[in-house]
């Protein structure tokens, strides 16, 4: 149950936030029809990865 509630905690981040509400962004407007597939796939992508592999780079902090 500890680990658990750990992991809820890792959630609320601030860098888990900013990732979700960029994502959320991202897929609003390519569901609206503002920006293509193919911008949608690289704007994911780079927030993605810089995000979860600064994670490895800096220990875990």
């Known amino acids: 149950?500890?680990?658990?509630?750990?992991?809820?905690?890792?959630?609320?981040?601030?860098k888990t936030i900013i990732t979700f509400m960029i994502t959320g962004t991202v897929v609003y407007l390519g569901i609206k029809g503002s920006?293509?597939?193919?911008?949608?796939?690289?704007?994911?992508?780079m927030v993605f990865t810089?995000?979860?592999?600064?994670d490895t780079k800096d220990g875990g902090q």
Not at 35 to 44: G, N, P, R, T
Not at 50 to 54: H, M, Q, T
């Open 35 to 45: 920006i293509e597939a193919k911008d949608i796939m690289l704007l994911a992508g």
């Open 1 to 14: 149950m500890n680990k658990f509630l750990e992991n809820i905690a890792s959630l609320i981040k601030v």
């Open 50 to 54: 810089y995000f979860f592999n600064k």
